[in-house]
């Protein structure tokens, strides 16, 4: 059972999901910098500009690198994968080192630990939208390049929220100790 990995063990793997979310980021980056976008892929995913984005697109199309933004797309699963692995082993060796000081708090993080993967999934949903508006680029339905920058948004306040709420509820939980009514 997950809750009784050890720390170590659970630092570890947390350390080989950060590596795969830097390795998926640095390829997703790279494969992004072939395509000769117009823009930044910041800018490409949160901008919610039908004609905009097919502008971008018949940029890509004219230079021959529409396919290397396919490409950029599913190399982005590594980076997805990677940041799935981060936010729940993170939460996980969290509960783990409270499990004594603090095992409300303990119990806690273990139940929200898979919801932390919420990021990644909007990740995979903004994906999904734009590999469907790279299929048909210059006759997708304006509601896609809507929903697109929607989860794209989505997926930035899940990723601030991750990485901010779970290190700070920890810390705190850690400073507490035993939660309340709880006897030392």
Same mark, same amino acid.
């Given at each position: 059972m997950i809750r009784?990995?050890? =720390?170590p063990v659970? %630092?570890?793997l947390l350390a080989a999901a950060v590596g795969l979310s830097a390795f998926g980021q640095i390829l997703l980056q790279s494969t992004f910098r072939q395509t000769r976008h117009p823009v930044s892929l910041f &800018? +490409?995913? $949160? $901008? +919610?500009?039908?004609?905009l984005i097919r502008d971008w697109y018949a940029t890509l199309q004219a230079q021959g690198t529409l396919n290397r933004m396919i490409a950029t797309e599913i190399t982005d699963l590594i980076w997805?994968?990677?940041l +799935?692995?981060? %936010?729940?082993l993170m939460t996980l060796l969290a509960a783990r080192l409270l499990r004594r000081r603090n095992p409300a708090a303990s119990n806690r993080l273990y &139940?929200? %630990?898979?919801? $932390?993967?919420?990021?990644? =999934?909007?990740?995979?949903?903004e994906n $999904?939208? /734009?590999? %469907?508006?790279? /299929?048909d680029p210059t006759g997708f339905p304006d509601a896609f390049a809507h929903l697109h920058a929607a989860a794209s948004w989505a997926k930035l306040a899940a990723i601030g929220t991750v990485a901010t709420a779970i290190p700070a509820y920890a810390t705190c939980a850690a400073i507490r100790g035993k939660g309340a009514g709880e006897k030392s």
């Open positions: 009784n990995l050890p =720390a659970l %630092a570890m &800018r +490409a995913n $949160t $901008t +919610a500009d039908p004609a997805i994968a990677g +799935a692995a981060t %936010a729940i &139940r929200i %630990a898979p919801y $932390t993967a919420l990021a990644p =999934a909007l990740d995979l949903v $999904t939208f /734009s590999l %469907a508006m790279l /299929s």
